[in-house]
């Protein structure tokens, strides 16, 4: 199929889809095109209009204006039901399995196979969820309870229960955010499969790379309005980006590295730090100026190592000394009195308080601050707006007003009010936990400035990222960190994408599952 | 925030209203308490304007929701911080029987007796905290049974009601009128209200409750104790439950045992009416002002009416009910919003 293919001849016409929250347009006269047999891969910024587009098709939202051709027929805008029996699927990340159910009843829930007395008929239906099963080569037996497989065989489930339905589009939403790579390869590898036998796959996905090596057609959405469509090999990595963000993304450049001066007192130093089984005589030096950056696997005890400098947890052996001095903390408080402070992974459930407003997600941790007599435990209101307004106009956080709910704030402007939190704190070290995890490309790169600015004041800075690329445009130093140790410290031109995956897989590549 | 997830699996679809519709059932949901308040009043005044709508009855009013009132704002504190109390009835009566205690057997003088019977609140208070937050018991059963056991000990203490040697001067403290001509109780409810409003509102420790409550976890790492936080709430519901039970006690002119368990289910109908309005599911002490107002004015009604008592608890239980689904359905329309 050529990149002229003509519209009329389209499997499914997506025609003029808008839809507006609260006066903002979300999706803008979306017109989009989609063949069986491909893989279309959907791209944008948070906010860009991808879930919405989504959510329509699969009828949870009723667009206001628009309308889907499939083959010869309208679909029913705003019913699930509609979307279900026109043969979409949709899997979203957070996989909706029942974790206790075997394989084949999920693949069977909600399945109309029912006999005409209204009960199940196990036989057809096994047949049916079987040859499902073929197909995406499931080879586990499918009586395995789904808690007993691996994120990756639950997808191949999630999958085999949309074909089972005779799916004609799957819609997959982020599929590889908690696989591996070879894991990844092994969905990836099944998603041509699928397209070869006829389905429509939408694949939504942050991960560009993937995207551009997986997609026959990619989409780009900004603020609601689609703005790129381009065949596979139309466009390369930087061009996709361009698109993404309506500008052009600095490449890490050699000369923004800095080479602290390591003959001076470091900021921060462990010295052998042992927990548990998690965290393996780490001794580290943090220079002033330089993000410092572990890299390594999820699971190779860096976020351990950052729970027990942020007093979350206290280390069996081994201290900590903060500009020389030896740090005794027996708790988060006490470790934030002495000017440690961590940004934690688990946005939402470890860093922003939802239902509050940005003003108070920012003056959480500088209450005393903004007293109106030093003293006395009374707030000034006009202290704290003036704080909150200064910060958010310092790291530039896109929020209608600090009053506004943090809720409302894309992933990218939560995580810069998080960092807005410190920065009147008197933090000595700063310790950003997975810091653009689900953070758009432009949010992205300004948290990276605003990360480095702070370590170049003088402030310590500890990244763990367990984004590669992350650690080659961020990190001024890296030390990669493989099953509790620190296995290999790379500075300047050595920080590279390979030399970063090399150090974090030796000898680790034996816990492949055989999903394949 | 619903950018940057696809929630398009999601085993229940979001219900599909246009947004007239959901505007106007948010704003139901904020403003439906006080609309409710205000046509109650309305339907009494028009339909026993004699009775009803007269200072007499709204003092009478006023005075039966301050000892709600502040046992009330108490558990809101709790609430708040994400936590629960079930003691606060027990407590109440059972300071109020030591308080008569204290007068009349041991021969306290009242400012004495009074201030061990708020010492003794805070301090249940305490324990309560002290059980959740170092030994981590869950708050429904650690003060329930703490409840439960101070109902025993108040039974050993007298298992009878204490009213002679009660002097004159502690019934006349919620009979006088000081201020305005208003009732005493009233007037403490104020003071004790507007304490409880600035402390939440206005103060450090009442946005490290707010934190608290919204994230724990963020609480913690944005370096605020959370333990002592929430004990700080416990003790506030401990203080006001005796405050309550010692005006009680003042009221009735005798210490009698359970007198005011049924405080309980009267405040969390109030505090849970109270977090559907104006915010969406958030506890805050303005809110429990109208919960307990709209009980308040609600049994008033219903005795003027001349029901019969046993149309109280239904009432009751229903408000409660109702409240605790508001509440539910504020918040759920907050996070879909």
């Given at each position: 199929m050529s990149a002229t293919a003509s519209a009329a001849d389209a499997w499914m016409r997506i025609r003029g889809l808008t839809k507006s929250f609260a006066g903002e347009l979300a999706l803008d006269r979306a017109d989009l095109d989609i063949e069986r047999g491909r893989v279309h891969g959907l791209v944008g910024a948070n906010g860009a209009g991808k879930s919405t587009l989504i959510r329509c098709l699969a009828g949870v939202t009723s667009p206001d204006q628009g309308s889907v051709m499939i083959a010869a027929n309208e679909l029913q805008m705003g019913s699930p039901q509609a979307s279900e029996r026109a043969g979409l699927a949709f899997i979203h990340q957070e996989l909706n399995l029942i974790p206790h159910f075997s394989a084949l009843q999920n693949m069977l829930l909600g399945a109309p196979k029912a006999t005409r007395f209204g009960m199940i008929d196990w036989k057809r239906s096994g047949v049916a969820a079987r040859a499902a099963a073929e197909r995406v080569g499931?080879?586990?037996?499918?009586?395995?309870?789904?808690?007993?497989?691996s994120v990756a065989q639950r997808w191949l489930v999630m999958i085999g229960k949309a074909l089972t339905r005779d799916a004609s589009m799957i819609a997959m939403d982020e599929p590889t955010a908690s696989l591996s790579e070879p894991e990844s390869e092994q969905l990836f590898a099944i998603i041509r499969d699928l397209a070869a036998q006829g389905v429509a796959i939408l694949y939504v996905s942050h991960r560009l790379e993937e995207v551009l090596q997986l997609c026959d057609r990619i989409t780009v959405l900004r603020d609601g309005r689609i703005v790129n469509e381009a065949e596979r090999g139309a466009l390369d990595k930087k061009g996709l980006v361009r698109a993404i963000i309506g500008h052009a993304i600095r490449t890490p450049d050699e000369r923004d590295r800095l080479a602290a001066d390591r003959s001076r007192q470091p900021v921060f130093s462990a010295r052998s730090i042992a927990w548990?089984?998690?965290?393996?005589?780490v001794s580290l030096d943090l220079y002033k100026g330089e993000v410092l950056a572990l890299g390594g696997l999820v699971g190779a005890g860096r976020t351990e190592f950052a729970h027990l400098v942020a007093g979350l947890a206290r280390p069996e052996v081994g201290h900590f000394e903060l500009d020389g001095k030896r740090l005794h903390v027996a708790n988060p408080s006490e470790a934030v009195k002495a000017g440690i402070a961590l940004v934690p992974e688990e946005r939402r459930s470890q860093g922003v308080m939802l239902q509050q407003s940005v003003a108070f997600n920012i003056n959480i941790s500088t209450l005393k601050l903004l007293r109106s007599v030093p003293g006395l435990p009374f707030l000034s209101d006009a202290k704290s707006r003036r704080q909150a307004e200064s910060l958010v106009a310092h790291l530039g956080i896109k929020t209608p007003g600090v009053a506004a709910k943090i809720a409302g704030l894309s992933g990218g402007n939560q995580q810069k009010a998080l960092i807005a939190r410190w920065l009147?704190?008197?933090?000595?070290l700063l310790i950003l936990d997975e810091?653009?995890?689900?953070?758009d490309v432009g949010a992205r790169e300004e948290i990276h400035d605003a990360i480095r600015a702070l370590a170049r004041s003088g402030v310590g800075i500890l990244v763990i990222s367990s984004d590669v690329e992350e650690l080659t445009l961020l990190a001024d130093r890296v030390l990669v960190m493989r099953e509790g140790r620190i296995t290999g410290e790379l500075t300047g031109a050595d920080i590279t994408e390979a030399r970063i995956i090399e150090l974090s897989y030796q000898d680790a590549h034996d816990d492949q599952g055989e999903a394949a | 925030m619903t950018a940057e997830t696809v929630p398009v699996a999601k085993e229940a679809p979001q219900p599909r209203k246009s947004s007239w519709k959901r505007t106007a059932l948010i704003g139901l949901s904020r403003y439906g308490t006080i609309i409710g308040l205000l046509l109650m009043v309305l339907f009494f005044s028009i339909n026993a304007p004699g009775i009803f709508l007269s200072r007499a009855n709204f003092l009478n009013i006023l005075s039966q929701a301050s000892l709600t009132a502040i046992i009330a704002s108490g558990l809101t504190y709790t609430l708040v911080v994400g936590e629960f109390d079930l003691s606060i009835g027990y407590v109440a009566s059972f300071v109020g029987l030591i308080v008569t205690g204290l007068m009349a057997y041991e021969g306290f003088p009242i400012w004495l007796s009074i201030a061990c019977a708020l010492a003794l609140g805070s301090g249940i208070g305490i324990l309560n905290g002290l059980l959740v937050t170092k030994v981590r018991i869950n708050a429904v059963i650690s003060t329930l049974g703490i409840g439960t056991m101070l109902t025993g000990i108040g039974f050993t203490y007298s298992a009878f009601p204490i009213a002679t040697g009660i002097p004159r001067a502690f019934t006349d403290i919620s009979l006088g009128r000081i201020v305005f001509g208003l009732p005493n109780p009233v007037i403490i409810m104020v003071v004790v209200l507007l304490a409880l409003w600035t402390v939440l509102n206005k103060t450090d420790i009442g946005q490290k409750m707010q934190a608290v409550g919204s994230n724990m976890e963020a609480a913690r790492l944005s370096g605020i104790r959370v333990d002592r936080i929430k004990i700080f709430a416990f003790a506030t519901a401990g203080f006001c439950a005796a405050l309550t039970g010692t005006l009680l006690s003042s009221l009735l002119g005798s210490g009698t045992l359970?007198?005011?368990?049924?405080?309980l289910l009267d405040a969390f109908a109030a505090v849970f009416l109270g977090s559907a309005t104006l915010r969406e599911g958030e506890f805050h002490i303005t809110g429990t002002l109208v919960g307990v107002l709209i009980l308040a004015v609600g049994f008033n009604g219903l005795s003027i009416f001349g029901?019969?008592?046993?149309f109280q608890p239904i009432f009751k239980g229903g408000i409660l009910v109702l409240a605790v689904g508001m509440s539910a359905l504020a918040r759920r329309y907050a996070a879909s919003a």
């Open positions: 499931i080879r586990f037996p499918l009586d395995t309870k789904i808690s007993e497989l548990k089984q998690a965290v393996k005589d009147n704190a008197g933090t000595r810091p653009s995890r689900g953070v | 359970a007198a005011a368990d049924g405080y029901a019969p008592t046993h």
